[in-house]
């Protein structure tokens, strides 16, 4: 069996999971790198303590995980100096994700001379969809110049739950049409049709959209000309408000799903109206995606929240039974793997991400490894 490493490193966290074949081997998380009474001073020590601990015999490839691809990258691409100093200029699209990454890749590079390095990346599933449902209509000589068109995110999570979903079907990936709701602390929404993406609910950054933990969604643009011009925040100001202190934790002050519930059971106003803001977003773009693609096959829940909250799940797709959709209500409450009624015309899914497991994967496929 093949073994490979998957890294996914933050601005101060390694998070590592070792596979042979699809078995895990070993998993964990480093974490405040560089911080004070922290795991490591910097990248390279977090990973050469941890390449000392872990038994890499055989090691066949490591996968990086990369948020941001840019234009340029639509697949898992083999690592060279090249890619290094390509997804360094696309620093500006990620400046909070993407450094993260690349110091982790040049530090295993150096540590595993001889293992080749696949990177990954969150925007690649998304580069399917048509130019259409990529740009928005503003000036095009701006658009042109600026490069403003939606990359998505969450990529390697929609694409491995809408095939995963086509299986529990027993159905064809490439007939199957699914919307796919990832639902963690950042969250994100997919139109796919027969495997390939069609829409996304993110945009050029993770900002737009549905309403997340701490991000705000979708809003009207003008909120910020307005909060610059009339109530005096800086431009840094406000994406900090918007991308730090919106979404359920502008709302309600806590970005913790497991609390608005239990605030929402405790009868708090404001936990109520953030629940119904938040499943309210859901069902709209359930219903434009459910619009786009015509015929849905499955829509399926990922992610902490996703797969965790019958109460989520309920409220989103609450009323929509004239178009098919029915929530099974002891289903949904034992996280069942299908949530809707036996041959309702959608099949409501529940299906774990397993983020590392589609990296590890898609390393092996760009260095034609066998599985
Ligand atoms: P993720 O980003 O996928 O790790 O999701 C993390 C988020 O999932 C947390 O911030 C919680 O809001 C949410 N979550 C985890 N478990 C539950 C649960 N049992 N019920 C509701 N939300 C949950």
Request: no cysteine; aromatic share 6%; charged share 20%.
């Given at each position: 069996m093949t073994r490979v490493l998957v890294l996914n490193c933050g601005s101060s966290s390694v998070r590592y999971r070792l596979f042979d074949g699809t078995e895990v081997h070993a998993k964990g998380l480093i974490q405040q790198i560089g911080e004070e009474g922290g795991d490591a001073a910097d990248h390279r020590e977090a990973l050469q303590n941890l390449m000392d601990r872990l038994d890499l015999s055989g090691l066949a490839a490591v996968g990086h995980r990369v948020v941001h691809g840019g234009e340029r990258f639509t697949e898992a691409t083999v690592i060279t100096d090249e890619v290094v100093a390509a997804i360094e200029e696309l620093i500006p699209l990620a400046p909070l994700h993407n450094p993260g990454a690349l110091t982790g890749i040049r530090a295993t590079r150096k540590l595993l001379p001889d293992v080749p390095q696949v990177a990954v990346f969150?925007?690649?599933?998304?580069?399917?969809?048509?130019p259409e449902g990529v740009l928005w209509a503003v000036d095009r000589e701006l658009t042109q110049r600026w490069g403003l068109r939606r990359y998505g995110f969450h990529g390697t999570s929609h694409a491995y739950v809408s095939r995963e979903t086509a299986r529990l079907l027993g159905t064809p990936v490439a007939e199957t049409n699914v919307i796919t709701l990832h639902l963690g602390n950042g969250a994100s929404a997919a139109a796919v049709r027969g495997g390939r993406c069609e829409a996304t609910s993110m945009g050029m950054t993770p900002l737009s959209g549905l309403v997340m933990g701490t991000r705000s969604g979708?809003?009207?643009?003008?909120l910020v000309f307005h909060l610059h011009r009339v109530a005096g925040l800086s431009v840094d100001e406000i994406e900090e408000s918007l991308t730090r202190r919106g979404g359920m934790a502008g709302l309600?002050?806590?970005?913790?799903m497991r609390e608005v519930e239990q605030r929402l059971t405790a009868g708090d106003p404001d936990a109520e109206l953030a629940f119904a803001i938040y499943t309210r977003r859901l069902r709209e773009y359930v219903g434009s995606y459910l619009a786009l693609l015509g015929r849905v096959d499955a829509i399926t829940f990922t992610a902490g929240v996703g797969e965790n909250s019958a109460h989520v799940r309920a409220a989103a797709l609450a009323g929509l039974e004239p178009l098919g959709i029915t929530v099974d209500e002891a289903r949904n409450q034992r996280n069942d793997l299908i949530i809707s009624a036996d041959g309702a015309p959608v099949a409501v899914c529940v299906v774990p991400t397993e983020e590392e497991l589609e990296i590890a994967d898609e390393a092996r496929k760009a260095l034609s490894l066998p599985a």
């Open positions: 969150d925007t690649a599933f998304h580069a399917t969809i048509p979708d809003i009207d643009p003008s309600t002050g806590a970005n913790d």
